[in-house]
């Protein structure tokens, strides 16, 4: 198994050379074919307006947007060709979900950069996070927009709690776990009475990852009164991962989001990439 379409967002943030970093890097690990997206916006004027300054002034937003765009195709383009990668990129109009929906689930691996949360965009930049995690059906990797990536899935953190969800992302995430120096499994307040851990919480998980290779370490956790989503990126500092592994909102997405959760705590707090299925 591994991935063999890589799909990346393209934009002129000063978050996309670390994201393209990340994308080149897997895309010559796994000699992947790289897709790059690029999203096109063209603001539209309401028909009850008439005003023909409006009108010119979104004409002109939309010519900005068109110039913006095919300036990252191009930065995309020589990227490539400099890193001597297979690869294209396409333009896609409309709204992100379209990069998940359309495009996304014919790719492997989904890359975008987490929401800056300094910026003054960033409610909305979470929403489309959110928006591509429920509607791609693949695991999106998301990259912190601060710092540096120096490297990437040499020691993995896979957060365990024997969801649906977590199931998913374990399995999306086995060509780099195959291939990890080290995989350490948490596993955070398994109920005594739960039968999808097993009998001995972590066990079976670290059975299935053996029997695909993977070196795999088993740490439980209790975290009574802590934040699981604060616990796991403690436990990530003290064992120096440098990727997370986990799955999204096991609960509803609005009742996750009212009272908080590990998939909330990871998209505003990240402090290495994150690998994420839903």
Not at 172 to 192: E, N
């Amino acid at each position: 198994m591994a991935y063999k379409t890589i799909l990346v967002h393209v934009d002129n943030s000063p978050q996309w050379p670390g994201r393209f970093e990340v994308a080149a890097r897997l895309a010559a690990e796994f000699e992947a074919h790289l897709v790059g997206i690029c999203l096109l916006r063209r603001p539209e004027l309401p028909g009850y307006i008439r005003s023909a300054e409006i009108a010119e002034m979104l004409a002109q937003r939309a010519r900005d947007a068109e110039d913006k765009v095919k300036a990252s195709r191009q930065m995309l383009l020589d990227r490539l060709s400099q890193e001597g990668l297979s690869g294209e990129c396409r333009v896609v109009e409309g709204e992100v979900e379209e990069l998940a929906s359309v495009h996304g689930r014919y790719a492997d691996l989904l890359i975008v950069s987490q929401a800056d949360v300094n910026a003054p965009n960033s409610s909305a930049a979470m929403d489309e996070i959110q928006s591509v995690i429920f509607a791609a059906g693949r695991p999106l990797l998301l990259v912190p927009y601060a710092g540096k990536v120096k490297t990437l899935g040499k020691n993995i953190f896979v957060a365990w709690n024997a969801s649906r969800e977590a199931t998913r992302a374990v399995t999306d995430a086995l060509p780099l776990l195959q291939r990890a120096g080290k995989v350490t499994v948490m596993v955070v307040r398994p109920r005594a009475d739960s039968r999808a851990h097993g009998d001995v919480p972590g066990a079976d998980i670290a059975a299935y990852l053996a029997r695909h290779g993977v070196k795999v370490d088993v740490m439980a956790e209790e975290g009574e009164g802590i934040d699981v989503g604060e616990l796991m990126l403690s436990r990530v500092a003290d064992l120096g991962s440098d990727l997370i592994v986990m799955g999204a909102y096991s609960h509803s997405r609005l009742r996750q989001w009212i009272l908080g959760g590990a998939t909330r705590t990871m998209l505003e707090s990240m402090t290495v990439p994150v690998l994420m299925s839903h």
